[in-house]
């Protein structure tokens, strides 16, 4: 096998307002589709396995989600049925202070199921912070989690996407040693072994069953687009004030939602 893709979730919601949200039974159809397809679905620590044996089964897809819902529990629960796994990206001061998030023992029992992993503890784009404030979101992020869990966190994913090499080196240092991005591409395992990034495809609310399948399946013409729009965004990401890039991926969403094409690409 020479690639595989990374799936990015958010929650298990009923929410016209929200384009990451996803209804459970979505959810399950995709997963049903995927087992019944005769995909292996793993985590980042199933992937870290894999990237040193170098062993891939052919039909292969790593899934996350990220932010913390409560309703990641129950996408836990779901997956655990299906005998998958998937890798949870927790941020710290969501689940402390938002009740729609997930509660300390909720955490405990997440990482029963699936692993878990660090999206900061605010949810600020990291690659906007000096080199102190970015480490403490780093570093207290991870502390947070394996005081709750007991055991060793060493995945984490960039809230946003917003990283750069700053940030990749103390993640490093810190003991990250999988960090996921939103680039929305496939991924090369020898690429990943050397980077330590993993490019991640985000899943949208009212997504066809057959344009899941073109992602999960490499589809180049499909994911091409993806990816010029990723690397718009990921311009802007870098250039313009935050209340502006946040408007241009909204505006870009919607006209994505207004094209009668819209399968065919972003």
């Not at 044996?53 to 309703?71: A, I, K, N, Q």
């Not at 992020?141 to 995945?155: C, F, N, Q, R």
């Not at 750069?164 to 395992?189: C, F, I, K, M």
Request: positive net charge.
């Amino acid at each position: 096998m020479s690639r595989f893709v990374t799936l990015m979730y958010h929650n298990l919601e009923q929410d016209p307002a929200n384009r990451y949200s996803l209804p459970v039974e979505a959810f399950e159809q995709q997963v049903a589709w995927l087992r019944a397809e005769g995909y292996v679905i793993e985590g980042f620590p199933d992937l870290e396995v894999r990237l040193a044996r170098g062993l891939f089964p052919e039909r292969y897809v790593v899934m996350t989600f990220d932010d913390g819902h409560r309703s990641n529990l129950r996408a836990a629960e779901i997956l655990s049925r299906a005998g998958a796994q998937a890798t949870f990206f927790l941020t710290r001061d969501f689940c402390r202070y938002n009740l729609a998030f997930l509660r300390d023992d909720e955490i405990r029992q997440l990482a029963a199921l699936c692993s878990v992993g660090s999206h900061g503890l605010t949810h600020t784009p990291l690659s906007r912070l000096d080199a102190v404030h970015a480490w403490a979101e780093l570093a207290e992020s991870k502390a947070w989690l394996e005081d709750i869990t007991g055991s060793p966190v060493t995945t984490m994913s960039a809230p946003g996407g917003f990283i750069n090499h700053t940030v990749l080196r103390q993640a490093r240092d810190l003991g990250y040693t999988l960090v996921g991005n939103s680039v929305e591409w496939w991924n090369e395992p020898s690429t990943v072994n050397i980077e330590r990034l993993v490019n991640r495809v985000a899943i949208w609310q009212g997504m066809p069953l057959s344009l899941f399948a073109r992602i999960v399946r490499h589809d180049a013409r499909y994911l091409r687009a993806r990816r010029l729009r990723a690397g718009a965004l990921g311009l802007a990401r870098r250039t313009l004030p935050l209340h502006l890039y946040h408007g241009l991926s909204r505006a870009l969403y919607r006209l994505r939602q207004a094209l009668p094409g819209r399968q065919l690409g972003w």
